[in-house]
């Protein structure tokens, strides 16, 4: 196990010291394909707002890849995880996703969101294979897929019920899987687990690397908890403002990781002080 | 029916009973026992019967034109910033004018008669329904159709699958609030304008001095109004059993 130092970049355009090429490849299966590639992104709020709520943002995401975005309400986290699913307009820069420009919302990118969103006429298995990808096949192999996915998440016995059935907590794990059945390139998660009680949130964040480490879905998550994006994840991106300056912390523990032992504790630390120090 | 609200109706039809014992004239207040009779009088003849059909006829058909105008026209506004600007004012503007006041006019129109009828009725249930209808469209959860959308599902297949099912719980009630309006504007009209129907009862049974048969009027169109209103919740449990 080796701790890595904070990694500190300036305001400069990327923060990774990895940086890839903006043409992202387009080959798949490739593990270190390099999947988003969000290049001098600024974003404004309606034509009379004061200042852009996101300036000059730039980072890359590869195939595989863990990150976790955190930062004070109001630095733009949220914005920017938006902007990648294509519901906020990009006033200037690019955003692309497998080398295509993203101009609105779209299946490549899944979405859990903080109040799940899941559709409560239809039932848990429905809800699963509501997805253009997750719906097509015959019968047997829709079913299939839904008890795969509602297996990862522990469910399979439920998928009869409707979400308003279900509690804070087992919704949400539905929402996994129904982000998951649709095998998107990138899954966006907005604080999915911000509306739990902490015990909930501990069992979702476990179920969540589960099925993490089986698909190695591309993640970005979006948090405000720092234990959460350290535990969870391999890079921990801290924004600023306007994602004016960001930092980067890379997480080099296996996984699974202890949430209380020193070496995790030391990653919150280093992110804390990142987040809440350098204003 | 439970307990509790039968207790009630039975203690209404005592007291009744008791107000017209006291003022023992039954041509201002006939009793229960009276009002029964005549009401089994006008089942026997098959008039009470002839009155009902005729009623929920109108109230039906009329209903139903007001819908076909109210889900295409307040699915549009829920919908469309440009629909809403166009007929939003314009509604607004007639809706405070009440059925009743339609009347006059209608017969004007369309004579005494079927069409006059229809007319109000669809009135009186189009305002109600149209308002709800588009506030039903208007306030779809946008999380639903963002998550619909990560789904990729797009376009005409989100509206079928995400927004009408989002906006259906509010439609089915905006339907039965149409429906108890269409009915009551039915009576309206019926008073003024027509020779049979519940609404017509009453208007001849005035003229005739029969108050009992008046009361069996009212008492009907009570009942009438009541099952109507439990046939529209039965409907509404079914389709959003999800709930």
């Given at each position: 196990m080796t701790r890595t130092a904070p990694h500190r970049t300036g305001?400069?355009?990327?923060?990774?010291?990895t940086s890839v090429p903006?043409?992202?490849?387009?080959?798949?299966?490739?593990?270190?394909?390099?999947?988003i590639v969000v290049r001098d992104v600024s974003i404004w709020y309606?034509?009379?707002?004061?200042?852009?709520?996101?300036?000059g943002v730039s980072f890359a995401a590869k195939a595989g890849e863990f990150i976790c975005l955190v930062g004070?309400?109001?630095?733009g986290k949220s914005t920017l995880l938006k902007a990648i699913a294509g519901f906020t307009p990009i006033g200037r820069g690019s955003i692309r996703v497998r080398g295509a420009e993203v101009t609105g919302p779209g299946s490549d990118r899944g979405m859990v969101f903080q109040e799940f969103a899941?559709?409560?006429?239809?039932?848990v298995e429905q809800n699963v294979l509501f997805g253009d990808k997750a719906s097509i096949g015959s019968l047997p192999e829709r079913r299939e897929r839904a008890t795969h996915y509602l297996d990862l998440v522990g469910?399979?016995?439920?998928?009869?019920?409707?979400?308003?059935?279900?509690s804070g907590g087992m919704r949400q794990r539905v929402a996994l899987a129904r982000a998951w059945a649709n095998q998107p390139t990138v899954l966006l998660m907005d604080?999915?687990?911000?509306?739990?009680?902490a015990r909930t949130r501990q069992e979702l964040q476990e179920t969540l690397l589960r099925i993490f480490e089986k698909e190695r879905t591309l993640c970005f998550f979006v948090t405000h908890d720092t234990s959460e994006a350290v535990y969870l994840a391999d890079r921990v991106v801290v924004m600023h403002a306007r994602g004016a300056t960001r930092e980067e912390v890379v997480?080099?523990?296996?996984?699974?990781?202890?949430?209380?032992c020193e070496i995790v504790r030391a990653h919150v630390r280093d992110v804390d002080r990142l987040a809440w120090d350098a204003k | 029916m439970s307990a509790l609200p039968l207790a009630s109706v039975l203690l209404v039809i005592g007291l009744w009973q008791l107000a017209a014992s006291f003022m023992a004239n039954p041509q201002v207040l006939p009793g229960p026992v009276v009002t029964s009779l005549a009401a089994w009088r006008l089942m026997l003849d098959g008039s009470l019967f002839t009155d009902i059909a005729a009623s929920l006829t109108r109230v039906i058909e009329g209903w139903l034109i007001a819908l076909a105008i109210a889900i295409p026209l307040g699915g549009a506004m829920g919908r469309s910033e440009a629909t809403r600007r166009i007929f939003g004012t314009l509604i607004e503007l007639v809706?405070?004018?009440?059925?009743i006041a339609m009347v006059p006019i209608a017969i004007l129109w369309f004579g005494i008669g079927w069409a006059s009828q229809l007319f109000i009725v669809c009135y009186g249930a189009f305002f109600p329904m149209v308002i709800g209808i588009y506030d039903a469209f208007r306030n779809v959860d946008k999380l639903y159709e963002q998550a619909a959308q990560s789904l990729g599902v797009h376009r005409v297949a989100l509206f079928r699958r995400v927004v009408v099912m989002a906006a259906l719980p509010s439609v089915i009630s905006s339907m039965r609030i149409g429906l108890g309006l269409a009915f009551v504007s039915l009576v309206a009209a019926e008073l003024i304008a027509?020779?049979?129907g519940l609404g017509a009862l009453i208007a001849n049974a005035r003229v005739t001095f029969q108050t009992d048969h008046m009361l069996v009027g009212m008492i009907t169109i009570g009942l009438v109004g009541f099952l109507l209103g439990w046939i529209m919740r039965k409907i509404e449990a079914y389709f959003l059993r999800w709930r």
């Open positions: 305001t400069g355009p990327a923060v990774s010291t903006d043409h992202a490849a387009t080959l798949g299966g490739e593990s270190s394909e390099t999947l309606g034509p009379g707002s004061a200042g852009p709520v996101l300036s004070p309400s109001g630095c899941l559709f409560p006429w239809l039932t469910l399979t016995a439920y998928r009869e019920y409707h979400p308003s059935q279900l604080e999915p687990f911000g509306a739990l009680d997480v080099g523990i296996p996984r699974p990781r202890d949430r209380h | 809706r405070p004018i009440p059925p027509a020779s049979t």
